[in-house]
């Protein structure tokens, strides 16, 4: 059975790593519109790996996510001519990261709709205080931002998408990961054992904004020009939790295939169907819910325990692999 396990760990390393090789080589033979799309198309990964990183193992479903991205975006727009690019991006996740503390210490005490309701409530409340401060006290709405090719942005997403993996696969398997999971069967039980809980919520919060943070700091750069309304998008925080949900929680690659699958399909709707694009995304996540509760990667599972046998597949809405 070990040999068997390794076996299919190294199998997943090399598809990893042809995959990440084919990536590295894509500015070089394909043409600019295609590292636009992957670009746009990793940032949606990035986010959805973060959003996943808390919400997959505790259960919070966090709609908090625009509030860091436009922290990181905000951030390249007063640094980006200041600072070096890498110590720019790096200082967009340590604003969001210190956001994420401050909101997770207020919010992180809540539970359920409560939760989800004033964690989409912080959003718009910085949104509007930053137009406030805007428009009252600097007498401008906005900020121009220091244009970096496309390529630098898609491979410094490359870079961030590695370590969010990387992090998430260590992290769900050390005793961390074990806490978080303790967390999400139940919060009292996890406490009675010695967890402590509060700590654990808000440093892991904390920890996701952080990728979300450098990932709105080095995409910022593709644009020219920002304020609080473009910074600060809803569907920034809706869009990952839907991406996650479809791809399925269950499994660290779940939420990187709902990103690309819905990321891509995004793109197409866009430019297909502009003005009804969010109907169609609503009516998929409507038949995700009632038909596939546990996502891609659970419908996967579930077809594998059926036809190949193995163990109830209804244990896999929650598993890690």
């Known amino acids: 059975m070990k040999l068997k396990t390794d076996a299919k760990n190294v199998s997943y390393l090399v598809i990893i790593i042809l995959i990440l090789a084919f990536l590295v080589a894509v500015p070089f033979i394909s043409k600019p519109y295609t590292v636009i799309l992957l670009k746009n198309i990793l940032m949606f990964v990035a986010l959805t790996l973060s959003w996943a990183l808390f919400s997959g193992p505790t259960g919070y479903i966090s709609l ?5 991205y436009g922290a990181g975006i905000y951030t ?3 640094l980006g001519d200041v600072l070096p690019l890498p110590v720019m991006v790096l200082c967009g996740g340590v604003a969001s990261f210190l956001l994420a503390l ?3 210490a207020i919010t992180l005490r ?3 709709i409560y939760f989800a309701i004033f964690t989409l409530s912080s959003v718009e409340l910085i949104k509007h205080v930053l137009h406030w401060i805007e428009i009252t006290v600097l007498g401008k709405r906005g900020r121009p931002v220091v244009k970096v090719s496309d390529s630098t942005v898609f491979y410094v997403i490359l870079i961030i998408v590695v370590l969010l993996l990387v992090t998430t696969y260590f992290l769900k398997r050390s005793r961390y990961g074990m806490a978080m999971s303790s967390i999400g069967s139940c919060e009292e039980a996890a406490a009675h054992i010695g967890v402590n809980v509060v700590r654990v919520k808000v440093f892991t919060f904390a920890l996701s904004s952080f990728f979300i943070g450098l990932t709105g700091a080095i995409m910022a750069t593709g644009l020219i020009y920002i304020d609080s309304q473009i910074a600060f998008d809803l569907n920034y925080s ?4 839907l991406m996650a949900t479809f791809g399925g929680l269950g499994n660290i690659f779940g939420p990187v295939i709902g990103a690309v699958l819905f990321s891509y399909l995004r793109e197409i709707l866009i430019t297909k169907f502009p003005y009804v694009y969010m109907l169609i995304f609503g009516l998929v996540m409507i038949l995700t819910i009632l038909y596939l509760p ?3 990667i659970g419908l996967a599972q579930t077809i594998k325990v059926k036809f190949l046998g193995g163990k109830d597949a209804t244990a896999t809405g929650r598993k890690v692999n």
């Open 64 to 68: 908090a996510t625009a509030a860091f």
């Open 110 to 112: 809540l539970r359920g």
């Open 294 to 296: 546990n996502g891609i």
């Open 102 to 104: 401050i909101i997770g």
């Open 76 to 78: 390249a727009a007063y």
């Open 238 to 241: 809706f869009f990952p939790t």
